[in-house]
Nanobody, 118 residues
């Protein structure tokens, strides 16, 4: 089993930056893709970004491309999401995930709130 614990949520103003991190424990995740989804109030959970097991391939939702950067450190079993130029529409609960496929994860973090005020 893999446990994912997230950190770095909070309340910021539009245009600000925020860095999210997610630490894995229980077993190594260096063979798994890792990434982030988010869910805004009244909406379905949506894909944000994902990174391959070796960090060489990354994919982003169009809505965050150019503003968000995903990275991972397999020595530390962590994945991070640098969020720049935040917009109110980025407000959501953000979930870290890990799994054998880029867009379909077996393991999820607890989710943490990111709120961007206008």
């Amino acid at each position: 089993q893999v446990q994912l614990v997230e950190a770095g949520g909070g309340l910021v103003q539009a245009g600000a930056s925020l860095r999210r991190s997610c630490a894995a424990s229980g077993r190594p995740v260096n063979n798994y893709a890792m990434g982030w989804y988010r869910q805004a109030p009244g909406k379905q959970r949506e894909f944000v970004a994902t990174v391959s097991w070796n960090g060489e391939a990354t994919y982003y939702a169009d809505s965050v491309k150019g503003r968000f950067t995903i990275s991972r450190d397999n020595d530390k079993n962590t994945v991070s999401l640098q969020m720049n130029s935040l917009k109110p529409e980025d407000t959501a609960v953000y979930y870290c995930g890990a799994g054998s496929r880029y867009f379909n994860y077996e393991y999820w973090g607890q989710g943490t709130q990111v709120t961007v005020s206008s």
